[in-house]
């Protein structure tokens, strides 16, 4: 059945090609050149010749109308015919931008990264610039192209990640398509329709005694890049703190003589809270205190260390060296377990964690709440 006019149509490619069809359709007509005018005639013949010839010629330009040609541009290419068909019938329900065909992807995050990504607090500009290395598969795919199959197959491809990682892919997701549909690059938001596999959860297991052991007795050892941050992993041990609040505390925050420190946590509303400083971890502390930083914790120079070095140039290597299988996450779940075992007032543990909304810029936390803190956190046995 023949396409009515100017919807396009579809050509079979010369040539041994991968996707020979190809979808066309019209964006304007170049119109014929204007026949030439002849009334500079009406002065050089007698006035029944020049009719006789004018008649003459109009009837000429009747019979050889010359019809406008059609400007054609491809919206794409494709391995069968029906698939062309199909992008051609989508390009006539919701016709498009031609110009904004190309853009892939990337050049999307790229755009997004730019007006919107970077101004994000580290946490979670990094759920972005994380999830986007994950998509690499996606990276160079036109926007038009790239179908509800191609993002369930980067998601299936982390389905043993954790529901969080899988979740921070699907953000991204509908970030870069919100922002393809709201400028008209493509139609269909394929991203709401991403399943996320459910991943078994894991059995929280603490660090041990000997492992704890290990961590003390090791305070100066390095990785092979020479990173010196085994204090960091014993304060987050004695404290319960996240690696995102450890790496974050300033030194100003830090009051060593009542011991106590300020945190201010960005992942919950309770997460702004006072931590204790356990009498064994007074000397780690003062050290990092007199090295005078701004942070608590720095690199040589004084420049700061973020979630990603941390791993890759400290964590890491610590795992494999002492043979210490967990993330510095379960640093925060052996905190609880130890202060549980411990027999500290539960009520004090959590607000300690940030498991209690409370505000650090209130007066309730006086000389007496502090001195509770202290007490209490040196029932700690580890």
Request: hydrophobic share 40%; aromatic share 10%.
């Given at each position: 059945?023949?396409?009515?006019?100017?919807?396009?149509?579809?050509?079979?490619?010369?040539?041994?090609?991968?996707?020979?069809?190809?979808?066309?359709?019209?964006?304007?007509?170049?119109?014929?050149?204007?026949?030439?005018?002849?009334?500079?005639?009406?002065?050089?013949?007698?006035?029944?010749?020049?009719?006789?010839?004018?008649?003459?010629?109009?009837?000429?330009?009747?019979?050889?109308?010359?019809?406008?040609?059609?400007?054609?541009?491809?919206?794409g290419?494709?391995?069968?015919?029906?698939?062309?068909?199909?992008?051609?019938?989508?390009?006539?329900?919701?016709?498009?931008?031609?110009?904004?065909?190309?853009?892939?992807?990337s050049?999307?995050?790229?755009?997004?990264?730019?007006?919107?990504?970077?101004?994000?607090?580290?946490?979670?500009?990094?759920?972005?610039?994380?999830?986007?290395?994950?998509?690499?598969?996606?990276?160079?795919?036109?926007?038009?192209?790239?179908?509800?199959?191609?993002?369930?197959?980067?998601?299936?491809?982390?389905?043993?990640?954790?529901?969080?990682?899988?979740?921070?892919?699907?953000?991204?997701?509908?970030?870069?398509?919100?922002?393809?549909?709201?400028?008209?690059?493509?139609?269909r938001?394929?991203?709401?329709?991403?399943?996320?596999?459910?991943?078994?959860?894991?059995?929280?297991?603490?660090?041990?005694?000997?492992?704890?052991?290990?961590?003390?007795?090791?305070?100066?050892?390095?990785?092979?890049?020479?990173?010196?941050?085994?204090?960091?992993?014993l304060?987050?041990?004695?404290t319960?703190?996240?690696?995102?609040?450890?790496?974050?505390?300033?030194?100003?925050?830090?009051?060593?003589a009542?011991?106590?420190?300020?945190?201010?946590?960005?992942?919950?509303?309770?997460?702004?809270?006072?931590?204790?400083?356990?009498?064994?971890?007074?000397?780690?502390?003062?050290?990092?205190?007199?090295?005078?930083?701004?942070?608590?914790?720095?690199?040589?120079?004084?420049?700061?260390?973020?979630?990603?070095?941390?791993?890759?140039?400290?964590y890491?290597?610590?795992?494999?060296?002492?043979?210490?299988?967990?993330?510095?996450?379960?640093?925060?779940?052996?905190?609880?377990?130890?202060?549980?075992?411990?027999?500290?007032?539960?009520?004090?543990?959590?607000?300690?964690?940030?498991?209690?909304?409370?505000?650090?810029t209130?007066?309730?936390?006086?000389?007496?709440?502090?001195?509770?803190?202290?007490?209490?956190?040196?029932?700690?046995?580890?």
């Amino acid at each position: 059945m023949k396409n009515p006019n100017g919807y396009g149509t579809i050509k079979k490619l010369n040539g041994a090609r991968r996707r020979p069809y190809g979808a066309y359709i019209t964006t304007e007509y170049d119109m014929p050149e204007a026949w030439p005018d002849i009334s500079f005639l009406a002065d050089a013949l007698p006035p029944d010749l020049f009719r006789d010839v004018q008649q003459r010629y109009e009837s000429f330009k009747l019979a050889n109308i010359q019809p406008a040609k059609q400007v054609q541009k491809c919206i794409g290419t494709f391995e069968n015919k029906r698939d062309a068909m199909l992008a051609l019938a989508d390009y006539n329900r919701t016709p498009y931008d031609l110009d904004n065909s190309e853009i892939t992807f990337s050049e999307v995050y790229n755009i997004l990264y730019e007006r919107e990504f970077k101004e994000l607090k580290t946490s979670m500009r990094q759920v972005y610039t994380t999830s986007f290395k994950k998509c690499e598969i996606l990276h160079n795919m036109k926007m038009r192209e790239i179908k509800l199959a191609h993002l369930q197959g980067v998601m299936d491809k982390y389905s043993e990640y954790s529901t969080s990682a899988q979740t921070n892919i699907k953000i991204l997701f509908h970030a870069i398509f919100n922002y393809s549909i709201e400028n008209d690059i493509i139609s269909r938001d394929y991203s709401k329709f991403v399943k996320i596999s459910p991943t078994p959860e894991k059995k929280k297991k603490p660090f041990s005694k000997k492992e704890i052991q290990a961590i003390r007795e090791n305070l100066e050892w390095a990785s092979p890049s020479g990173a010196h941050m085994m204090d960091i992993v014993l304060v987050m041990l004695y404290t319960g703190m996240r690696i995102s609040e450890v790496l974050a505390v300033k030194c100003e925050d830090v009051h060593i003589a009542g011991r106590w420190i300020a945190v201010h946590g960005t992942k919950t509303a309770a997460a702004d809270r006072i931590v204790p400083i356990h009498r064994d971890i007074i000397p780690v502390i003062q050290a990092r205190l007199d090295a005078g930083g701004e942070l608590l914790f720095e690199r040589a120079g004084g420049k700061e260390i973020n979630y990603q070095y941390f791993m890759a140039n400290f964590y890491n290597d610590f795992k494999k060296c002492f043979g210490i299988d967990k993330t510095p996450h379960a640093c925060r779940h052996t905190f609880i377990s130890l202060a549980m075992a411990s027999e500290m007032n539960q009520v004090l543990i959590r607000k300690m964690v940030g498991h209690t909304a409370t505000n650090v810029t209130e007066m309730t936390y006086t000389h007496a709440y502090i001195a509770d803190l202290v007490r209490e956190i040196d029932k700690l046995k580890i």
